[in-house]
């Protein structure tokens, strides 16, 4: 708990300083009394970590935790009210000097909130006055250095990864960078190891870190020996030399004594390459590694490497680390997806999504901590009555599930920050709101709820609000003075068909999401909304409608790092779509167009999409119902998309070029409904580079019904890493391109389904898994030296499947009254088969000997089911078995099989 609360009160004492400076108390009339506010919390902080420390052993210390905690929220919520009122007066005023114009004072509040400041201080001196009586020792904040008392209790870790800790694509990063410095032969190395560090503060990841370079393939590959051992502050030599001993392969030996360790040590990695993990390592036990560990492991092979964990920044210097990784904070994506990864409600995990708004709070409390995120979760679920709560627990995330008839216990609940009521029937709010005024946090997801309160204005500290997936169909013209609002989410409230003209002053919104309602528009002044980091559902208008936002006020949204553009075929105006700017939108890493019809001339919709070029740091596009017949030309022939990953086309009715423009990173394609493409050739493969499309990894073509030709001949090299290729309903498509085998090193999975007129597959010379269904016409598989798994499913003209050397299993789906002849040639393990009930029962009655047991027989597994598993028969070759549950007599079709 203390993790958390070392995290909330930095940010608290972050923002009293930042008060202090800004002369915050003169202005509000109340000079004085945030700096003492101040200090006191920084008085508190100088013993936090030994608080910490101690509140196992102490129930003392545990109870003066809670209390501060209790304390340090209602030190938020003033220090809230306090810059709310500032940024009143600044608005008021326009001048950075307000705080010099007495005519700004508000008495009322001065005094309220001046009484409020007194009566916390004077708690927190009482507790302030405790910390002599509790023997709390005082460490200097933000270092890592702490002068404390030393526990005898080590903290320890191990090696294994658990994959919930791991959220992230830093964390990969990371790793991969790690894993390549120490992986690689350094000239500047001359002893035959080096160190090297991971350095940050508690509960900042180093550990998982280090976990993740351990574990990587990379790292098995290049060490002979791989060594785990938590230092921690205490440290007994004996123990940690028998850990490294243990941990490095030796067995357990009688001697006991350094003396005769420390060589044993030396032996055991004498001319091996090792790596050793030193995980915790204060300053108090870094003399282990100079007096005890540095000598014995000289004697491992060159390139040998130690990777240290360490809060201190002297400890790697003084261990002479030649290189050093500083991990930072989780950004709040990757905060809330750590969390997602720690809550189960009752093994419903998809449900979680659901808490979003909790999340929300908490990962703000925690200060992008992964410790403090791991630990933070406290919730009231579905199926619990408030009413029977100690009123001595203050509740603070409260979630209410599908229930009814707890509005009066919730109301008593006035120390709530998150109020989440999911699927929530329709009730009045407007008591709640007058009771919950701490909250930061309300999410309304899926309720029937269809109108909110002018109550809601009452809720100055809110920070989250979302309705998503509701009955919603009004919202309070109020919302517009929630000033504090980051996050508006009302995506799928399908009755919504305004939102209040006051959005657009919620200057602090990050993020705005109206996808799939029926709002027309966004009102006039959407670029005061500068800091929006994600912005979905924006349906744009032409300059002939005056009220609502159209493309030219995307212009000052430079934070955008997700951006949703919906009903874009109203857009008639390329010159609104050029001032839109997206190309100077640097964070943007998200874009999707969506076209609900067809209202503008084709070439029109062409020359808007092709003023909407993207910056390149855009990582996903997505383009669904586009009726232009081109793709735009900064995707056709650009070389601007240079980090995009994933592009998704997809409801194409026009577009007949599949022309795609130097891509280098991207790794997934995904082209649907492309009606009007007949030919896809050298179109679509070529690049400036000698190879098209080389990280491409997964590639999927869908309900191209009018693809007949692909052309890809064997000198166009290109898609080196493709691991799958997926083809689903196109019936025209007669063969696959000789390049495609030929080129496709990497590919482990081929899906087709639905290509009709395809005859032949062979050659995949990499391929494992092979998915064939419905293809009519398909006669030949062949030369899949590497295929381990085929799933067949309606294709009743194959009649050749032969050179798969390894297959070991196959899935068949047939509806004919006997087995495919190609069985008998297949040295595979396990066989399903899917059938009718007339070809099951023929298998049960004939028996061995007959006709359709020559097919299976020499398979050591074998198992039929008819369509809904109402007959099944289970064959074993070794010890002989059947089993199936069809008794002597059978009734099929109203006739009686014997």
């Known amino acids: 708990m203390a993790v958390i609360l070392d995290a909330f009160i930095s940010n608290i004492s972050f923002l009293l300083v930042k008060m202090a400076q800004d002369e915050v108390g003169l202005l509000l009339g109340i000079p004085g009394k945030i700096e003492k506010l101040s200090r006191l919390v920084g008085d508190i902080r100088c013993v936090l970590s030994d608080a910490e420390r101690r509140q196992s052993e102490s129930q003392t210390i545990n109870q003066w935790i809670m209390e501060l905690k209790d304390l340090m929220y209602d030190a938020d919520d003033i220090i809230d009210l306090c810059q709310i009122k500032a940024d009143e007066h600044s608005d008021l005023s326009g001048s950075s000097c307000y705080f010099l114009n007495p005519c700004l004072f508000n008495p009322v509040f001065s005094h309220k909130i001046g009484s409020r400041i007194k009566v916390l201080n004077y708690k927190l001196e009482g507790i302030v006055n405790r910390i002599s009586l509790l023997g709390l020792i005082e460490h200097s904040v933000g270092l890592a250095t702490v002068s404390r008392s030393v526990s005898t209790v080590n903290r320890r870790t191990d090696p294994l990864i658990v994959q919930s800790d791991i959220v992230g694509e830093k964390i990969e990063e990371d790793t991969d960078a790690l894993v390549d410095f120490i992986t690689k032969e350094d000239a500047n190395v001359t002893n035959n190891m080096a160190v090297v560090a991971i350095v940050g503060v508690g509960?900042?990841?180093?550990?998982?870190?280090?976990?993740?370079?351990?574990?990587?393939?990379?790292?098995?590959?290049?060490?002979?020996?791989?060594?785990?051992?938590?230092?921690?502050?205490?440290?007994?030599?004996?123990?940690?030399?028998?850990?490294?001993?243990?941990?490095?392969?030796?067995?357990?030996?009688a001697a006991q004594e350094r003396s005769e360790l420390i060589p044993l040590l030396e032996r055991l990695i004498a001319g091996k390459k090792f790596l050793l993990v030193l995980d915790d390592v204060w300053r108090e036990s870094e003399k282990a590694w100079h007096g005890l560990?540095?000598?014995?492991?000289?004697?491992?092979?060159?390139?040998?490497?130690?990777?240290?964990?360490?809060?201190?920044?002297?400890?790697?210097?003084?261990?002479?680390?030649?290189?050093?990784?500083?991990?930072?904070?989780?950004?709040?994506?990757?905060?809330?997806?750590?969390?997602?990864?720690?809550?189960?409600?009752?093994?419903?995990e998809h449900e979680i999504e659901n808490l979003q708004a909790l999340g929300f709070d908490i990962v703000k409390k925690c200060n992008g901590l992964?410790?403090?995120?791991?630990?933070?979760?406290?919730?009231?679920?579905?199926?619990?009555?408030?009413?029977?709560?100690?009123?001595?627990?203050?509740?603070?995330?409260?979630?209410?599930?599908?229930?009814?008839?707890?509005?009066?216990?919730?109301?008593?609940?006035?120390?709530?920050?998150?109020?989440?009521?999911?699927?929530?029937?329709?009730?009045?709010?407007?008591?709640?709101?007058?009771?919950?005024?701490?909250?930061?946090?309300?999410?309304?997801?899926?309720?029937?709820?269809?109108?909110?309160?002018?109550?809601?204005?009452?809720?100055?500290?809110?920070?989250?609000?979302?309705a998503g997936g509701s009955s919603i169909a009004i919202l309070p013209n109020v919302i517009g003075k929630l000033k504090n609002l980051e996050f508006l989410g009302l995506g799928g409230c399908q009755n919504l068909t305004r939102i209040p003209d006051g959005i657009v002053n919620l200057v602090k919104l990050k993020f705005l999401n109206l996808y799939r309602t029926e709002v027309k528009g966004i009102s006039v002044g959407l670029r005061k909304l500068s800091n929006l980091v994600e912005l979905q559902g924006f349906k744009p208008h032409g300059n002939t409608v005056e009220v609502f936002s159209s493309l030219d006020e995307l212009a000052t949204l430079l934070e955008l790092r997700t951006l949703v553009l919906e009903n874009m075929e109203n857009v008639s105006n390329s010159t609104m779509a050029r001032l839109a700017n997206l190309s100077k939108k640097l964070h943007l890493k998200h874009l999707t167009f969506v076209y609900e019809g067809q209202n503008v001339e084709k070439e029109i919709i062409e020359d808007v999409l092709n003023e909407l070029s993207p910056p390149s740091c855009l990582e996903q596009l997505m383009m669904n119902g586009y009726y232009g017949c081109q793709l735009p030309s900064w995707l056709s022939i650009g070389t601007n998309l240079q980090n995009l990953r994933y592009l998704s086309v997809r409801y194409l009715s026009h577009l007949k070029l599949l022309a795609l423009g130097h891509l280098p990173k991207l790794e997934f394609l995904y082209i649907k409904d492309a009606h009007s493409v007949v030919s896809v050739g050298s179109e679509f493969l070529r690049g400036s580079h000698s190879s098209s499309f080389p990280s491409l990894r997964r590639i999927i073509f869908e309900g191209m019904h009018?693809?007949?030709?692909?052309?890809?001949?064997?000198?166009?090299?290109?898609?080196?890493?493709?691991?799958?290729?997926?083809?689903?309903?196109?019936?025209?498509?007669?063969?696959?391109?000789?390049?495609?085998?030929?080129?496709?090193?990497?590919?482990?999975?081929?899906?087709?389904?639905?290509?009709?007129?395809?005859?032949?597959?062979?050659?995949?010379?990499?391929?494992?898994?092979?998915?064939?269904?419905?293809?009519?016409?398909?006669?030949?598989?062949?030369?899949?030296?590497?295929?381990?798994?085929?799933?067949?499913?309606?294709?009743?003209?194959?009649?050749?499947?032969?050179?798969?050397?390894?297959?070991?299993?196959?899935?068949?789906?047939?509806?004919?009254?006997?087995?495919?002849?190609?069985?008998?040639?297949?040295?595979?393990?396990?066989?399903?088969?899917?059938?009718?009930?007339?070809?099951?029962?023929k298998i049960v009655k004939e028996g061995e000997g007959g006709s359709e047991w020559q097919k299976f027989q020499h398979i050591q597994q074998a198992n039929f089911y008819t369509e809904t598993k109402l007959l099944y028969a289970a064959y074993r070759k070794a010890p002989f078995s059947l089993t199936c549950n069809i008794d002597s007599s059978v009734r099929l079709n109203g006739w009686w099989i014997i």
């Open 293 to 348: 560990l540095r000598e014995p492991l000289m004697s491992g092979a060159q390139g040998s490497r130690i990777i240290v964990t360490t809060r201190d920044e002297t400890v790697a210097m003084r261990m002479k680390a030649i290189h050093s990784l500083h991990v930072d904070k989780l950004q709040d994506d990757d905060a809330w997806s750590l969390l997602v990864k720690q809550v189960s409600l009752d093994g419903k």
């Open 706 to 841: 009018n693809w007949k030709i692909w052309k890809w001949e064997k000198g166009q090299e290109a898609m080196p890493n493709l691991k799958e290729l997926v083809i689903r309903n196109c019936p025209e498509l007669s063969y696959l391109p000789s390049g495609l085998s030929h080129h496709e090193t990497s590919l482990e999975y081929l899906e087709i389904i639905d290509a009709g007129k395809i005859k032949v597959i062979e050659n995949f010379l990499s391929l494992e898994k092979l998915v064939i269904y419905e293809n009519a016409n398909l006669e030949r598989v062949c030369n899949l030296p590497k295929v381990r798994t085929i799933w067949i499913r309606d294709c009743p003209n194959l009649e050749v499947l032969c050179d798969v050397a390894v297959l070991r299993s196959m899935v068949l789906n047939i509806w004919e009254n006997f087995l495919p002849k190609y069985l008998q040639e297949l040295k595979i393990e396990k066989l399903t088969v899917w059938c009718n009930a007339t070809l099951l029962l």
């Open 370 to 466: 992964p410790l403090a995120i791991k630990n933070e979760c406290f919730i009231t679920r579905e199926g619990q009555n408030l009413s029977t709560r100690s009123s001595l627990i203050k509740v603070r995330h409260l979630l209410v599930q599908e229930q009814e008839g707890e509005m009066t216990a919730i109301k008593e609940q006035k120390s709530v920050r998150s109020l989440l009521l999911i699927k929530s029937p329709e009730i009045d709010l407007t008591d709640v709101f007058n009771s919950l005024c701490s909250l930061r946090v309300l999410d309304l997801s899926y309720s029937n709820i269809s109108s909110l309160p002018d109550s809601l204005c009452l809720l100055v500290h809110l920070r989250y609000f979302s």
């Open 203 to 253: 509960g900042i990841g180093k550990t998982t870190l280090a976990k993740k370079v351990f574990n990587d393939q990379r790292i098995k590959d290049e060490f002979q020996v791989k060594i785990w051992v938590c230092v921690s502050k205490v440290v007994i030599e004996r123990d940690l030399l028998n850990n490294v001993i243990r941990e490095a392969g030796g067995i357990h030996s």
